[in-house]
C-alpha cells in the first residue's frame, strides 16, 4: 500500500518560513493536498492540487510538488498557524494520509 | 453554504451496534462522494470509505472493509456509519467529509461524533 512520510514536528521562529515536507514514491505524479488540524477542531482543507489555496486562506499559504516529495510553505508564520498539517493523495481508489506534522511556531 | 452535520457523542459497550449520521446541506447531496475519517486519540487521520449517494456506490479502506458500513439516505441527505459489534479499538473521533470531486480532495468536513466504546 502506498505511504506518505511527514516529520513529527516542525518548529519556526515567529515571522519566519515554516516547510513541511511530505514524502512518498514518485508523488510527484499525484495531486497532493494539505490539512490544518487545530486542537479540538475538525481539519481544513489549506491546499489543494498541489498548490491550489481554497478562498479564505491566507496567501501565506502554498505548496510544491515534484520528484518523491511535496512540501507545504508556511512564509511570515504567525501563532494561530499553530496545528497539526496532514498530506493526503489518491492511490488508486484508496485515499492516503500523511502520519501529520505538528508545526509549533516560537 | 455547504455544511455537514453530524450526531452527538455516542458512549457504548463492547459487542452493541452503533449508527452514526452526517446530514449534508448547502449543495447538491446526490452529486458528490460523501465519506468518513477516523482520528484515535492522539493519532492521525485514517481514511475509512466514501459514498456516492446518487446511486450508493460505496468504496472501503481495505483497513476498514468488513468492519464497518457505509449508507446514505439521499432523501434525507443523510450518510451513515454503522457497526454491526463494537469493540473498545473503535473508541475515536469521526468526521464525516464532502469530496470536492471523485478522488479529488476533502473540501467540506463535519464537526465530529465522538465514539467511546467502554464495558
Known amino acids: 500500500s502506498y505511504e506518505l512520510t511527514q516529520p513529527l514536528s516542525v518548529s519556526v521562529a515567529l515571522g519566519q518560513t515554516a516547510r513541511i515536507t511530505c514524502g512518498g514514491n514518485?508523488?510527484?505524479?499525484?495531486?497532493v493536498h494539505w490539512y490544518q488540524q487545530k486542537p479540538g477542531q475538525a481539519p481544513v482543507l489549506v491546499i489543494y492540487?498541489?498548490?491550489n489555496r481554497p478562498s479564505g486562506v491566507p496567501e501565506r499559504f502554498s505548496g510544491s510538488n515534484s520528484g518523491n516529495t511535496a512540501t507545504l510553505t508556511i512564509t511570515r508564520a504567525q501563532a494561530g498557524d499553530e496545528a497539526d498539517y496532514y498530506c493526503?493523495?489518491?492511490?488508486?481508489?484508496?485515499?492516503?494520509f500523511g502520519g501529520g506534522t505538528k508545526l509549533t511556531v516560537l | 453554504e455547504v455544511q455537514l452535520v453530524q450526531s452527538g457523542a455516542e458512549v457504548k459497550k463492547p459487542g452493541e451496534p452503533l449508527k452514526i449520521s452526517c446530514k449534508g446541506s448547502?449543495?447538491?447531496?446526490?452529486?458528490?462522494?460523501i465519506g468518513w475519517v477516523r482520528q484515535m486519540p492522539g493519532k492521525g487521520l485514517e481514511w475509512m470509505g466514501i459514498?456516492?449517494?446518487?446511486?450508493?456506490?460505496?468504496t472501503y479502506s481495505p483497513s476498514f472493509q468488513g468492519q464497518v458500513t457505509i449508507s446514505a439516505d439521499k432523501s434525507i441527505t443523510t450518510a451513515y456509519l454503522q457497526w454491526s459489534s463494537l469493540k473498545a479499538s473503535d473508541s475515536a473521533m469521526y468526521y464525516c467529509?464532502?469530496?470536492?470531486?471523485?478522488?479529488?480532495?476533502?473540501?467540506?468536513w463535519g464537526q465530529g461524533t465522538l465514539v467511546t466504546v467502554s464495558s
Open positions: 467529509v464532502k469530496l470536492s470531486s471523485s478522488r479529488g480532495n476533502f473540501d467540506y
Open positions: 448547502g449543495y447538491t447531496f446526490t452529486n458528490y462522494w
Open positions: 459514498i456516492y449517494p446518487g446511486d450508493s456506490d460505496t
Open positions: 514518485y508523488i510527484g505524479g499525484k495531486n
Open positions: 492540487r498541489d498548490n
Open positions: 493526503q493523495v489518491w492511490d488508486s481508489s484508496t485515499a492516503v
